[in-house]
């Protein structure tokens, strides 16, 4: 029942909808129908990334032959052919960094947190405005990037040069140490 009000929420173009009931259906009982249904949700709404590993999620639904009906072999194979076709559209972004990160540098895409690891890496994002941030003790630097479909983009901030380290202090009792020495002689 789940599953056919999210076939009529589709049909009438209510996508968030339709995927919150095939989610909630998928949840009662896996099946890959469901699957393709709620990653083609995912699609119409822009979320690329996400509806590609549904619908890999969907190829690696692993059932007993009993179960295996036709239709969820055809909702496999429909996963297989809809996945490798998204991949092609999903865009991707490689964010890079001019001037020194330091030892506690933070970058942030659209206000989540990712590992400094991936900087210089390509990372496939969904289509639409994004906000990258790279934070330091010291300084910070942001830019928003429009990502179009099929569009490989490349973003660089730029941090300034990390500031001088302060002098170390002399230990307190090595300055009146001192200073005793300098009365004696």
């Known amino acids: 029942k789940l599953g056919e009000e999210g076939i009529a929420l589709f049909e009438?173009?209510?996508f968030a909808e339709a995927l919150e009931k095939f989610n909630l259906a998928e949840k009662l009982l896996p099946a890959p129908t469901l699957?393709?249904?709620?990653?083609?949700?995912?699609?119409?709404l822009?979320?690329?990334?996400?509806?590609?590993?549904?619908?890999?999620?969907?190829?690696?639904?692993?059932?007993?032959q009993s179960q295996m009906t036709p239709a969820f072999r055809k909702a496999q194979?429909?996963?297989?052919v809809e996945r490798e076709e998204l991949l092609a559209l999903i865009p991707s972004l490689t964010i890079l960094v001019k001037g020194p990160l330091g030892d506690d540098a933070k970058v942030f895409v659209d206000g989540e947190q990712i590992p400094t690891g991936l900087i210089g890496q390509k990372r496939q994002m969904d289509p639409g405005v994004h906000e990258v941030e790279i934070r330091r003790k010291d300084a910070m630097a942001s830019k928003k990037i429009d990502l179009v479909v099929k569009k490989n983009e490349k973003l660089?901030?730029?941090?300034?040069?990390l500031p001088?380290?302060?002098?170390?202090?002399?230990?307190?009792?090595?300055r009146a140490l001192a200073w005793i020495g300098m009365?004696?002689?």
Do not use: H, N, W
């Open 12 to 14: 009438k173009k209510l």
């Open 35 to 44: 699957g393709v249904r709620a990653a083609r949700c995912l699609v119409q």
């Open 46 to 64: 822009g979320r690329f990334v996400e509806a590609s590993e549904r619908y890999l999620e969907v190829t690696r639904i692993e059932l007993p």
């Open 77 to 80: 194979a429909e996963a297989i």
């Open 156 to 161: 660089t901030l730029e941090l300034p040069p």
């Open 164 to 174: 001088e380290p302060p002098a170390p202090e002399m230990d307190p009792k090595l």
């Open 183 to 185: 009365g004696i002689g």
